[in-house]
T-cell receptor
Framework: GESVGLHLPTLSVQEGDNSIINCAYSNSASDYFIWYKQESGKGPQFIIDIRSNMDKRQGQRVTVLLNKTVKHLSLQIAATQPGDSAVYFCAENTGGGGADGLTFGKGTHLIIQP | KAGVTQTPRYLIKTRGQQVTLSCSPISGHRSVSWYQQTPGQGLQFLFEYFSETQRNKGNFPGRFSGRQFSNSRSEMNVSTLELGDSALYLC?????????????FGPGTRLTVT
């Protein structure tokens, strides 16, 4: 079946550097994408979203890029801080308005090196 | 405003037993969704409730059930527990099923089946 996946299970970056986390999706009909951050012992936290009619969206220190041609989504975190250590995963809306329409990737563990 | 709360946070059960998990959504949120999170499968949708009615259901066996009360609090029940039911169970709330996908997750209940 179609699924959302991430390229790397673990990403290690130096504090202060920029981080890029990637996500590949396979459903070309997906119209909405979300990035979540999950810290240890906590539930996922909404970071940023993007609709399929956009190719870029910026938030505070984060930017999401959407390339529909290759069905690729990325999350860029600027000036990575220790508090950014977490698992990041993307989700795509594969249909409908219900929560069942969201398909989640398995996540990338971002590790910040001092 | 208080976030989504889940009780208990940790639970250990043996095979064959049943378990009930509780979720209190953010005040004013009427939609509550439940997810199962495991390292192998990631986040998988269980069901969504709105105004005491189940709106959507994921691909899980009938041993998994839920309900929502008039105050929007929700419970999920798993009967005849299996080892494979060991997981982090997350609930998430949002204002309505027609609103954005910016749902807010609770910290989860870590269920271990032995």
């Amino acid at each position: 079946g179609e699924s959302v996946g991430l390229h790397l299970p673990t990403l290690s970056v130096q504090e202060g550097d920029n981080s890029i986390i990637n996500c590949a999706y396979s459903n070309s009909a997906s119209d909405y994408f979300i990035w979540y951050k999950q810290e240890s012992g906590k539930g996922p936290q909404f970071i940023i979203d993007i609709r399929s009619n956009m190719d870029k969206r910026q938030g505070q220190r984060v930017t999401v890029l959407l390339n529909k041609t290759v069905k690729h989504l990325s999350l860029q975190i600027a000036a990575t801080q220790p508090g950014d250590s977490a698992v990041y995963f993307c989700a795509e809306n594969t249909g409908g308005g219900g929560a069942d329409g969201l398909t989640f990737g398995k996540g990338t563990h971002l590790i910040i090196q001092p | 405003k208080a976030g989504v709360t889940q009780t208990p946070r940790y639970l250990i059960k043996t095979r064959g037993q049943q378990v009930t998990l509780s979720c209190s959504p953010i005040s004013g949120h009427r939609s509550v969704s439940w997810y199962q999170q495991t390292p192998g499968q990631g986040l998988q949708f269980l069901f969504e409730y709105f105004s005491e009615t189940q709106r959507n259901k994921g691909n899980f066996p009938g041993r998994f059930s839920g309900r929502q009360f008039s105050n929007s609090r929700s419970e999920m029940n798993v009967s005849t527990l299996e080892l494979g039911d060991s997981a982090l169970y997350l609930c998430a709330s949002r204002t309505s099923t027609l609103s954005s996908y910016e749902q807010y997750f609770g910290p989860g209940t870590r269920l271990t089946v032995t």
